[in-house]
Nanobody, 119 residues
Framework: QVQLVESGGGSVQAGGSLSLSCTVK????????MGWDRQAPGKRREQVAS?????NSEYADFVKGRFTISRADNTISLQMNDLRPEDAGVYYC???????????????WGQGVQVTVSS
C-alpha cells in the first residue's frame, strides 16, 4: 500500500517561515514528478511547486523567490519563507509513481497539512 506521509506546517505570523515534508512509503518501482498543491477555504486547489527526479523544479508565480522545493530519494520538502496570509490553506503532497515495473504512472496524494498565516 503506497502512502504519502506529510509532516510540518502549523501557524506563523506574516513574514515567518515554515517547512513541509512528504515521504512516499510502501513498495514502489519508481517515482516521477512530486510536488505540492494547496487549497484555501472557498478556493480551488492550486499547484504550488513540483520537482522531477532530475531535480528540475517549477514554481507557481505567487511563490517564486519565497518557496523552495527539494527532493532526496522518496522525500520532498517545501521551505516556505516570507509567508503571507494568502498562503494559508491545506497543503497537499502528490507523487506520480509506478508501483511495479510495467505498470502505468498513477498520481497519489497525501492527507494534507494545515498552514496558517496570521497578519
Amino acid at each position: 500500500q503506497v502512502q504519502l506521509v506529510e509532516s510540518g506546517g502549523g501557524s506563523v505570523q506574516a513574514g515567518g517561515s515554515l517547512s513541509l515534508s512528504c515521504t512516499v512509503k510502501g513498495e514502489i518501482f519508481t517515482i516521477g514528478i512530486m510536488g505540492w498543491d494547496r487549497q484555501a477555504p472557498g478556493k480551488r486547489r492550486e499547484q504550488v511547486a513540483s520537482i522531477r527526479s532530475t531535480g528540475n523544479s517549477e514554481y507557481a508565480d505567487f511563490v517564486k523567490g519565497r518557496f523552495t522545493i527539494s527532493r532526496a530519494d522518496n522525500t520532498i520538502s517545501l521551505q516556505m519563507n516570507d509567508l503571507r496570509p494568502e498562503d494559508a490553506g491545506v497543503y497537499y503532497c502528490n507523487a506520480d509513481l509506478k508501483e511495479r515495473w510495467g505498470s502505468t504512472y498513477q498520481l497519489y496524494w497525501g492527507q494534507g497539512v494545515q498552514v496558517t498565516v496570521s497578519s
